[in-house]
Structure formats: structure tokens, C-alpha cells
């Protein structure tokens, strides 16, 4: 008898895989528990992809999102060279640790907490990790101590998840100038910050800026994110991604948003507003909120450990979000 968990790597068989936040499919549940926008795409967008579902299905797409990446060098003002669609930006990520870290030997770089999914790609990798915490205020830590500014990635989620937490640009830039490995931004939640840092990735030949079409632009489903950064990198992640990583209806849909900035400017000002609402009424009723600048708040829950307020809130059809580690064990994410 073949024993089939001896056909798997050692390395694999070994993996703790990425938890996503549920999708349970309850009627009447209110979910807020993976930062999706709630507003639907703008009217355009949905007839776009409508529009799109017939014979032609049978058509491979555009291998590289041409058309997509030519809009988006246009609305980011620099060439589609500079840029590469991914089937979401977690995949463009992904992409990023098999490009430019040397398994074994290569550091994948982050802060804790930000986005879980990074230790799980270097580990899929063989990579090494360096999880450098943030301070109590989930903002930058010194660098002198800890951070290490030869390894091979680093990425950085800003503004921050799940503290919410934005940084300045110049505190980046500092960052990235003191950085002989490669910098990824991660601005998934960008669209609800202060500042932007697409700039550093056309300014600084070693800084790559990720953004994603699915929490701002309300196209979680459709899976398609970019990366902007100089034409070498560009390049080589071309090289090693799949024939079509990005999807036809994908491709479509992310073109029409494009054409419909002023419908998501105007939604991203309510998400705002409610974040900001949210987090007086919770701080009113005892809640320690963070300053937020995403589409979601972290939040201290008084009384009850976060955990009961979790199963507490379920059984109400209120879904947050919790996760089990030291530095946010306190906090609910919403
Ligand atoms: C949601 C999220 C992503 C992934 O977005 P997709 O484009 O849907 O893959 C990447 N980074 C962070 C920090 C996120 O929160």
C-alpha cells in the first residue's frame, strides 16, 4: 500500500496554511469580519462584466491584462511596464517571495502584527522570516534594533492590518532609503488613508507598492490586484507568473471601475465617516478604539475578554473578526 502523505515534501506536509475569515452563508448576518466594502461595484462595473458573459467566454484573455495595465498606467502616471495584474495581490505577493528570496538561505521581512498571510508564504517558500514587533501603539519600531536591512523582503502593510494604523510617507521613505533588500508596500486599504505611497515605487528602483481592486473597489470576488515598481522587477515576476493569472470578467471589471472613480471616491467618504462615527459611539460605551485609516477599526472590548464578545456577537448575527495571537488576543477587528 502507497502511503500518500510520504508523496508530499517534507516541507509541505509540514505547512500551517493561511486561515481566511469565514464566509459562513447565514441570512441576516451582519458581516464584518473580512474588511469587504459595503457598498456593491458602481452600476457601470456590474453591466461591464454582464455585458461580457457570452459566447466569448470561450476566449482565452489577455495573458498580461494589457488593456487593464495601460488604464492603470494612466491613472497612476507611469508606463505599464511598471505594472503587473495578479489574481488578487495576494497572488502578486506569493509571486514576490519566489522572484527575489533564495529558499533557505533568503529572509522574508515583516512587522507583527500586520498581515498573516506573509510567515505563511515564506514557510510555502523554505524561506527564512524576520517578525519584527511593532511598538504597543502598533506604530514603527526604531529600525537600529531588530530590523534587518539586507533581507531579501520586506513587506510592509501600510496603512497597517489589522491595527488600522496609517504611516507617513517620509517615515516610510526613511524606511525603504535604509533598505538594500527589496521593500513591498502592501496598500491593500489605501483608498481610506492620508497619504499614498505609490510615489516610492516609481522614485526608488528597489520598491514595489501593491494595491487591490477588491476591498475599496468592492470586486473581492473577481480577484485582481497590481503591483507598480521599476521594469526589472516588473519583469521577472512577468517571467514566473501563470499564462493567465488574471481572469477575463476580471480584467473587464477592473477596467470599468476605472471609469467610475467619482461613484467610489463618494463611497469611500461614507466608509470614513461611518469608521469615524463607530469610533465614538464605541469609545462612548467603553471600547478602546485605535485611530483608524482603513476601512476597519481595532477595538479593546471592555468587560468580557475580546473572545466571549466574539461568540457574543455571533449569536446576535454580528460577525468580527479574532485572532487568536500575543499581540491582538485584547482587540476585535471590525
Ligand atoms: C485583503 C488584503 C490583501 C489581499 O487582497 P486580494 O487582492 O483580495 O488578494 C493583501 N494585503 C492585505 C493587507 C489585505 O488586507
Known sequence: MKDPRLMVRPLVRQLRAYVPGEQPKVKGLIKLNTNENPF????????????????????YPNPTGQALRAKLAG??????????????????LALATRAFVEPETGTVQFFTPSYSLYPVLAAMHGARTNAVPLKDD???????????????????????????????????DGLCLRQRGLVLLDEAYVD?????????????????????????????????????????????????RESYNVNGLGQIGAQATLASLPYYRLNFRRIIATREWLTQALAGLGFQVWPSQTNFILTRPPVFPAKHWLEKLRQRKILVRWFDSPEVRPYLRM
Open 40 to 59: 456593491p461595484p458602481a452600476p457601470k462595473v456590474l453591466a461591464a462584466i454582464r455585458a461580457a458573459v457570452d459566447g466569448r467566454l470561450r476566449l
Open 192 to 240: 481610506f488613508a492620508n497619504e499614498n505611497a505609490l510615489g516610492l515605487a516609481l522614485k526608488h528602483p528597489h520598491v514595489l507598492v501593491a494595491r487591490t481592486f477588491s476591498k475599496a473597489y468592492s470586486l473581492c470576488a473577481l480577484r485582481v490586484g497590481y503591483l507598480v515598481g521599476h521594469p526589472e522587477l516588473i519583469a521577472a515576476l512577468q517571467k514566473i
Open 138 to 172: 502598533f506604530c514603527l519600531p526604531c529600525l537600529e534594533a531588530g530590523w534587518d536591512r539586507e533581507a531579501a523582503l520586506s513587506f510592509v502593510t501600510t496603512p497597517n492590518a489589522p491595527s488600522g494604523r496609517g504611516y507617513a510617507n517620509a517615515e516610510l
Open 75 to 92: 491613472f497612476h502616471g507611469c508606463k505599464p511596464e511598471n505594472i503587473i495584474v495578479g489574481n488578487g495581490s495576494d497572488e502578486l
